[in-house]
């Protein structure tokens, strides 16, 4: 249950934040890739942004608590905390620079070209100007709070990335006071882009305007009087990792509602600004934030990019999008059939986003009310506010079914959702706990015990099972690439039940069939599964591993990996994210390649094959090769069973993304990515491809 301290060199291992921001460029790279529609790019450009407002949150804030804290811990590449944050704050200052040049002198321009056009001050017309002013003083004016900076008004507590302006004054308010300095903070119910009615607007289809171009236009409105002598938009980032002890803690659910206001407030770990922003508010700000210059992040344009992401939902422009994408239907799950009754027939196999996400919903739903259904339980981690899946348990529970949900509660990001379905789900009786103390639930799990009769007529209770290897999100399932497995297998049935026995009640973890679980048996498993490899290839036998993932980093998996090339085996590895392996360095890792494909979908599947003298072993799993997932998580990998189905996940979850020389890069030794391009070969992009063969009617 706790990892064995590795002996392994730091040159054995690649810095992980640096691997992150490695990412970060190759989604870049679809912003700038022209192939891309522009709308796209645009919305590509915005995850980036996005990205990395949590990396600051997070892997940046953790880096600074070990500053602030002096330790000497080395990350596994062997840096010091310091060495490793201005190694990381230089590379995110060189991808942030290269983020705003793409925007400026690409995406901005080529939109105009389109018609969309975001409207700088100095473009304005008389009659756009005119109603902009009337929209500020409707509008806008009312609910802005200027704060003159006084002995009786300090400096005020700023929210964890909302929009702010600092305003330089001259001159003498009312009272006499010439502070000289003023804040203005934006409050989040403005909208921050606002498009110009089209009668204003003739020569462009969409006109756009920034809040923070309207601020800063009749920002001398706030202040009567006074001269204002520049009007700049700063945004702090601050740290968000929610800490709570929860060995500490009696009532889990209590203290992260009392923590969850806290959070908007922590440390500042970033400062965003408009490029012209003067010297002397720039150093005002750092101080006022505890931050020094390598903090500090001058943007032209935006302070926050992430807010352009709505803009291509409200552009109907579909030659500037992705063609309309339907996801297949599965034609054993066609409407009207009864659900348990094709998956007592065999094994449904469920990839998403390219097939439906409508079955999972369908079983819950038929769960819910199905007269014969006993008992449903059920794993959450991520479900979203508006739930389909939530509501149909809470139906459930007013049916008299016997509902038990495993909530986590640490989901970051999530906490304030799953503590209100917490809420929800025990007012009308069901079962909620929080799952194990120091270990976070992600595994994704349900079991419908239904009851019924066996072949000779005997009443039984039969247990239906999915498990999949992403969350029980309907919306995230047509963004992100999952698979699913819905089975009655008994043997399954009876290691999901164990699993559930041990999240809600107490008792040493008994012997699984099939399942191998975190974080009792999966680090161990899958070492034995990588050592089986690297015998057959000792023996002259061929050795064979295939693995796909979101992350790559825990050191004992990856020495093994190193072990099994350098005795013949065969490795590939699709990590979407962060590897910390070093693939191709002779001696070490000649026969391991690393590939990471980045598309049009979020890739999220967890798929590990190993070739075991020809039997194929093909697991799917809630967990990627990390040490959290090992040793700190309550995870599931699941075997295929059914050949045709495991055939299936070996070609598309596997072998389509080993072809793809479109949307593929390859990683050297030193985590530098290139993209992989045809060449003189056919063409293939696993996601395309697999649109094209899920996106209908299939049969399983």
Same mark, same amino acid.
Request: overall charge neutral; some cysteine.
């Given at each position: ?25 190759? !989604? ?28 600051? #949150?997070?892997?940046? *804030? ?27 704050? @230089? ?48 509008? !806008? ?6 704060? $003159? ?26 009272? $006499? ?8 903070? *934006? ?10 009615? +089209? ?54 659910? @209590?203290?992260?509602?009392? +923590?969850?206001?806290?959070? =908007? ?9 408009? #490029?012209?922003?003067?010297? *002397? ?11 020094? #210059? ?8 935006? !302070? =926050?990019? !992430? ?13 500037? %999008? ?13 409407? $009207? ?59 459930? @529970? ?12 640490? *989901? ?58 992403? =969350? ?40 699984? /069939? ?9 680090? @161990? ?9 690297? /015998?057959?290839? #000792? ?29 013949? &085996? ?7 994210? &962060? ?17 990471? &494909? ?78 992989? %391009? ?23």
């Amino acid at each position: 249950m706790t990892p064995t301290a590795h002996n392994a060199p730091p040159s054995h291992f690649l810095n992980r934040e640096l691997g992150l921001i490695a990412f970060n460029r190759r !989604v870049l790279a679809q912003a700038q890739d022209e192939r891309v529609p522009l709308l796209e790019r645009l919305f590509f450009l915005c995850i980036v942004s996005s990205n990395l407002d949590e990396f600051f #949150e997070i892997r940046m *804030a953790g880096l600074k608590e070990q500053i602030k804290g002096h330790s000497k811990t080395r990350t596994t590449d062997g840096l010091l905390p310091q060495e490793a944050y201005d190694q990381v704050s @230089a590379a995110v200052h060189r991808l942030v620079a290269d983020q705003y040049r793409e925007l400026n002198n690409t995406l901005l321009p080529a939109a105009a070209s389109e018609g969309i056009r975001f409207l700088r001050r100095s473009q304005w017309t008389d009659a756009q100007r005119e109603w902009i002013r009337d929209y500020f003083f409707r509008e !806008v004016m009312p609910v802005l709070t200027p704060i $003159g900076l006084d002995p009786s008004h300090p400096f005020p507590r700023i929210y964890n990335k909302s929009l702010n302006f600092i305003v330089e004054l001259e001159g003498r308010d009312a009272f $006499g006071r010439s502070s000289g300095i003023a804040i203005v903070q *934006a409050p989040r119910v403005l909208p921050r882009i606002i498009r110009l009615p +089209e009668a204003l607007a003739p020569e462009s289809a969409y006109s756009f305007i920034f809040l923070s171009s309207i601020v800063h236009a009749f920002v001398g409105e706030l202040f009567s009087g006074m001269t204002v002598q520049g009007c700049y938009q700063f945004r702090v980032t601050r740290n968000s990792d929610l800490f709570v002890d929860e060995e500490e803690v009696k009532n889990l659910r @209590a203290k992260i509602q009392g +923590e969850l206001p806290q959070r =908007n407030f922590g440390d500042a770990v970033r400062l965003e600004v408009a #490029e012209n922003t003067s010297p *002397a508010m720039i150093e005002f700000l750092l101080t006022q934030f505890g931050l020094e #210059e390598k903090d500090l992040y001058r943007v032209e344009g935006p !302070v =926050n990019l !992430v807010r352009l992401m709505q803009v291509p939902s409200w552009v109907d422009r579909p030659d500037l %999008k992705f063609p309309t994408f339907v996801p297949g239907e599965v034609k054993r799950l066609e409407k $009207g059939k009864n659900i348990f009754n094709v998956i007592r027939k065999g094994d449904v196999l469920l990839y998403h986003p390219y097939q439906r996400f409508t079955p999972v919903i369908q079983l819950l739903e038929s769960a819910a009310t199905d007269p014969q259904v006993v008992a449903i339980k059920m794993t959450v981690y991520r479900t979203g506010t508006d739930s389909v899946l939530m509501n149909s348990l809470i139906r459930a @529970a007013q049916n008299g079914k016997e509902v038990t949900v495993v909530v986590e509660l640490l *989901a970051r990001f999530d906490e304030e959702t799953n503590v209100s379905w917490a809420t929800k789900l025990e007012e009308v009786g069901a079962h909620v706990v929080y799952g194990v103390v120091g270990y976070k639930t992600h595994a994704k799990a349900l079991l419908i015990l239904r009851r019924e009769e066996d072949e000779r007529g005997t009443p039984m209770l039969r247990r239906y099972v999915h498990l999949g290897t992403g =969350n029980y999100h309907p919306r995230t399932a047509r963004l992100y690439t999952d698979f699913g497995l819905l089975t009655c297998n008994e043997s399954i049935g009876m290691d999901v039940s164990e699993v559930f026995k041990q999240l809600t009640g107490l008792g040493r973890a008994q012997a699984l /069939h099939y399942l191998w679980q975190a974080p009792f048996t999966l680090s @161990a498993n899958m070492m034995k599964a990588i050592d089986g490899e690297k /015998h057959a290839a #000792e023996a002259g036998r061929k050795g064979r591993i295939v693995a796909k993932m979101n992350s790559l980093l825990e050191p004992q998996i990856i020495e093994a990996l190193y072990a099994a090339s350098q005795a013949g &085996v065969e490795i590939d590895l699709i990590v979407r994210g &962060v590897c910390a392996l070093r693939p191709g360095v002779p001696g070490l890792s000649d026969n391991i390649k690393v590939r990471s &494909v980045i598309g049009r979908f979020l890739e999220h599947t967890r798929v590990f094959y190993f070739y075991a003298d020809g039997a194929e072993n093909v697991y799917l799993s809630s967990a990627d090769w990390m040490e959290r997932n090992f040793f700190r998580r309550i995870e599931l990998a699941f075997p295929i069973l059914d050949a045709r189905l495991k055939k299936r996940v070996i070609t598309e979850g596997l072998k389509l993304y080993l072809a793809d020389n479109q949307a593929s890069w390859e990683m050297d030794s030193e985590g530098v990515y290139t993209r992989r %391009k045809p060449g003189r070969n056919k063409p293939h992009c696993a996601q395309q491809d697999m649109a094209n063969l899920l996106g209908k009617t299939l049969t399983t």
